[in-house]
């Protein structure tokens, strides 16, 4: 599985900026959190929507909205697929992964949903 991705930095960017109202100043360091982290979440045309601060905004806002998304996505997911398995019920375990992957979009939350429809597939 592909190392977890580091997301400290966007998070508390994210959180002075759209929870605090702090501006959004796109420095060198800035504009490499935020093209590295559009990689990570598969958000496409980052460089272009550096371009402008309102095109920065956006990418701040959806970067980090596919981060809680995702995660809280999966979390739920995998709480569900633990108390199925323990009632021995693996297709309705193996459902909640499938239905991670029909909608996730972020590589690292894939990944991690498919490793867990992997596990499961000597189950009943």
Known sequence: MTARPNWDAIRELSRRVL???APLIVTDDVRALLL???DEVAVSDAAA???TDAGALALL???AR?????????MDALHRMWKLQRQGDFDS??????A??????V???REAAQGQLDDMADEP
């Open 93 to 98: 375990a193996r459902q909640e992964m499938r």
């Open 107 to 109: 590589p690292y939350y």
């Open 66 to 74: 596919r981060i809680t998304d995702g995660s809280n996505r999966l």
């Open 49 to 51: 929507a550096l371009q």
């Open 36 to 38: 590295q982290t559009a």
């Open 100 to 105: 991670v992957l029909a909608v996730e979009v």
């Open 19 to 21: 929870r605090e109202g």
């Open 61 to 63: 806002r959806e970067c």
